[in-house]
């Protein structure tokens, strides 16, 4: 039995508690996301955390597994946190930092999550899973559910590039290519589902948000417990946005850091920007995005995140902004990046360098602040974007 602290569900938005034992998706009440909830008044320490494994399983006393056992890795998590001396120096910045997450297991940050989740099904005893994905996420529900024995179920649209397509399909997963974006292979998949398979979508199930706020347990370690001025963080879903959030707010529950000074900013592409519009308009929810526009960077054709009103909340509570990026600034962005640091980040990562670029250029981050990029997976399964 693993020490853990993990004691029930929460709907944000109505205080509903649900059963931690029990099978459950998001809040029926009200069709929002339910968020797990820990004792952090435990004498748990981040001393505690010397000489364990560099994984995001180091963390496991605020995790949700509760039987090691059920425990399904492939090694996900403790990434790099990398200093970007040149462009910190090109652009007068006190500390400019890449939370570099490409070297996850499947190539992306994607796999915490589906770690998390797959982990979870496992315990709760859960044989099939389903998910529509823009491609990273399809990967990885693919890969651990092929570890767990259990069947995933993949439905993404026919644009989404062949690699992606490609390592679903060798994992033994049963892929469904469908004509249109996301929330299009999401409405295929539904209509397929016969309440047989489990749905993990982005924030309709509790737990991939556990495994993406490693991120910001991270973070914290790696900085020595001191947290960023700002971190910028490229937005479809949001999972990880609301994830590092909650990260801190429950460090400093569990008093391994005094205050929480970070601003947190949403980064979307000009062809699909819900976030952005929302923010600038001062709403508590999101917008569906009507007809969103190709982009080479897949991971931001959300046209409406399911975890809106968390998203909002994050941005608002820690004063941060959200941002929008043309391909073209993203293209431009790679050769900078590439030539600077010797990184070939993703689309998705360099969209949060085009945003650091214009808000460093607006006075909005400032030259003493620590910054911190997030690259949310590997380029190299978008050759054939950037090829086109």
Excluded at 14 to 23: F, P, V
Excluded at 154 to 166: A, G, S, V
């Amino acid at each position: 039995m693993l020490t853990n602290e993990y004691s029930y569900l929460r709907c944000d938005h109505c205080g509903e508690i649900y059963d931690k034992n029990q099978i459950h998706s998001f809040c029926l009440k009200d069709n929002q996301p339910l968020i797990a909830y820990y004792n952090l008044h435990n004498h748990f320490s981040k001393n505690d955390l010397q000489d364990r494994s560099a994984t995001m399983w180091r963390y496991h006393e605020l995790l949700p597994i509760e039987k090691e056992e059920n425990r399904i890795s492939l090694g996900e998590g403790f990434t790099p946190l990398l200093a970007l001396s040149k462009l910190e120096s090109t652009y007068n910045q006190s500390r400019l930092l890449l939370k570099d997450e490409s070297g996850n297991p499947t190539g992306s940050f994607k796999a915490r999550g589906i770690s998390m989740a797959v982990s979870k099904a496992k315990e709760h005893g859960i044989t099939a899973m389903c998910i529509p994905t823009a491609g990273n996420a399809g990967s990885a529900l693919s890969a651990y559910c092929a570890k767990a024995g259990i069947k995933a179920h993949i439905f993404m649209p026919k644009e989404t590039p062949k690699t992606f397509q490609l390592d679903c399909e060798i994992m033994g997963a049963n892929v469904t290519k469908v004509k249109g974006n996301i929330a299009d292979a999401a409405r295929m998949m539904r209509s397929q589902n016969d309440g047989s398979w489990f749905d993990v979508s982005t924030l309709q199930e509790p737990f991939r948000l556990e495994g993406k706020k490693t991120m910001g347990y991270e973070i914290a370690e790696q900085l020595q417990w001191k947290l960023p001025d700002v971190i910028l963080y490229p937005t479809g879903g949001g999972t990880g946005l609301i994830g590092i959030w909650k990260a801190f707010f429950e460090m400093k529950a569990l008093q391994w850091i005094n205050h929480i000074p970070t601003r947190m900013v949403a980064v979307q592409g000009d062809g699909c920007n819900p976030v952005v519009t929302s923010f600038h308009n001062e709403m508590d929810h999101v917008q569906k995005y009507e007809n969103p526009a190709p982009t080479i960077a897949n991971g931001l054709r959300v046209p409406k995140p399911f975890g809106d009103r968390l998203i909002m909340k994050t941005l608002y509570e820690s004063n941060g902004t959200a941002i929008s990026i043309s391909d073209h600034e993203i293209r431009e962005g790679m050769q900078e990046f590439a030539k600077s640091e010797g990184l070939f980040i993703s689309p998705e990562g360099s969209a949060v360098w085009a945003a650091y670029k214009k808000l460093k250029q607006t006075h909005w981050i400032k030259d003493n602040e620590s910054v911190v990029l997030l690259n949310t997976g590997s380029v190299y399964k978008y050759t054939e974007n950037l090829y086109s």
